[in-house]
C-alpha cells in the first residue's frame, strides 16, 4: 500500500501535488471548523439549559417563600387576634369582679364564648395551613 500511494504521488506533477494539498487542508480545516462549531452549540445548548434549570429553581423558591410568608402573616395574624381577645376578655371579667365585689353597677363583658371559640378556631386553621403546607413542600 505504501509502495504504490509513493508510486502514485511521485507521478503527479508539481501543480497537481499543490492542488491536492490544497484541497486536503481545504476539508480538513472544513471538518475541523464543523467540527469546532458542533462543539460550540454543543456547550452553548448546555450553559442555556442550565440557565432556564436555574431560573426555574429561583421562580419554585420565590413561590414557596410568598406562600410561606403569606401562612406565617396568616398565623401572626391570628395570632394576634387571639391574644387581644383574650387580654380583652380577661379585663373584662377583672372590672365586672372589682365592681361585682363592690356590688356597683357595672356593664357586663361585652366578649362571648361563641366569639371566642370562633378565633380560637381561626388561630387553629391558621397554624394547620402552615403545617399543612411544611408537610407539602417537604421544607423545614
Known amino acids: 500500500m505504501s509502495a504504490w500511494f509513493w508510486t502514485t504521488w511521485n507521478g503527479f506533477g508539481p501543480e497537481t501535488k499543490a492542488s491536492l494539498i490544497g484541497g486536503l487542508t481545504t476539508l480538513i480545516a472544513a471538518f475541523m471548523g464543523g467540527f469546532a462549531i458542533v462543539l460550540q452549540i454543543r456547550h452553548q ?3 442555556n439549559r442550565d440557565n432556564v434549570k436555574e431560573m426555574e429553581r ?3 423558591k420565590a413561590e414557596l417563600y410568598e406562600e410561606v410568608q403569606a401562612a406565617c402573616r396568616g398565623v401572626s395574624d391570628a395570632a394576634i387576634e387571639f391574644a387581644n ?3 380583652s ?3 373584662s371579667v377583672e372590672v365586672a369582679a ?3 365585689h363592690r356590688q356597683a353597677g357595672f356593664p357586663l363583658p361585652a366578649q362571648r ?3 371566642l371559640i370562633q378565633v380560637h378556631g381561626d388561630y387553629h386553621n391558621a397554624v394547620l395551613k402552615l403545617i399543612f403546607l411544611i408537610e407539602q413542600r ?3
Open 45 to 47: 445548548g448546555k450553559l
Open 58 to 60: 429561583r421562580r419554585i
Open 85 to 87: 381577645l383574650m387580654l
Open 89 to 91: 376578655i380577661g379585663q
Open 98 to 100: 372589682t365592681f361585682g
Open 113 to 115: 364564648i361563641p366569639q
Open 138 to 140: 417537604r421544607f423545614v
